[in-house]
């Protein structure tokens, strides 16, 4: 069966620090991989996705960027944080039916 | 633009009881479909339930179903028999059928409390 994992599971990094999230899934080939956020209280934003190594899109214009080194592993990165980067980050990878989430990353830029 | 409306912040419901949480969508997309995911407190997305646009019959998952209007673009959840470990975040998405990515769209959620 398929299995996604993402670390750290919380962080908390001061403004201007560098970023990196990793997400992996298992159990499967070539997904299609999913970085959403989620700010306190609301729905999840679309940040990036990816249909192959290399291929990344992006859907909002701001300071993170996103990396796929391998197939089955997707990374979310930034050099310099900022405040309105605090949220729960939320990779996803798609199946057959649906796009299935990791547990997620929380977190507070200071 | 694709656009997902949930209206109901929060909602509240006896324990064993039904519970219906609003869902309307807004695409121009011919063909899309739509989903349930439910965040409990620990923050993990659990898909629930899945509607296809062209189904003729709603979808039905357990205690789920999804109450489908299409000229209405409504995709109403029903949980039925209400039970604690149900209080949480619901979201309602929608995804355009299309080649390559499949981006999901959601609304903002509804907070469902299940009462003793």
């Known amino acids: 069966s398929q299995t996604i994992h993402q670390w750290p599971a919380t962080l908390v990094q001061p403004v201007g620090s560098p970023l990196s999230l990793e997400c992996t899934v298992e159990?499967?080939?070539?997904?299609?991989l999913y970085w959403y956020r989620q700010a306190a209280g609301r729905g999840l934003q679309l940040l990036f996705y990816s249909v192959g190594i290399g291929q990344i899109s992006s859907e909002v214009p701001q300071n993170l960027s996103a990396s796929r080194p391998q197939d089955r592993q997707f990374i979310l990165s930034s050099k310099k944080l900022l405040l309105s980067d605090s949220g729960f980050y939320l990779c996803a990878w798609e199946g057959a039916d649906t796009q299935y989430f990791g547990p997620g990353t929380r977190l507070t830029v200071l | 633009a694709q656009k997902i409306t949930q209206t109901q912040p929060g909602m509240f419901v006896q324990e064993k009881e039904a519970v219906t949480l609003d869902c309307t969508y807004d695409?121009?997309?011919?063909?899309?479909?739509l989903f349930w995911y439910k965040q409990p407190s620990s923050g993990e997305m659990i898909f629930l339930i899945y509607?296809?646009?062209?189904?003729?019959q709603n979808a039905t998952e357990g205690r789920y179903s999804l109450n489908f209007q299409k000229a209405r673009k409504s995709a109403n959840l029903v949980i039925s028999a209400s039970q604690l470990g149900d209080s949480a975040m619901y979201f309602c998405a929608m995804r355009p059928d299309q080649t390559g990515a499949n981006n999901l769209f959601f609304g903002t959620g509804t907070r469902l409390t299940v009462i003793p």
């Open positions: 509607q296809g646009s062209y189904d003729q």
């Open positions: 695409t121009s997309d011919p063909s899309y479909g």
């Open positions: 159990g499967t080939s070539n997904p299609n």
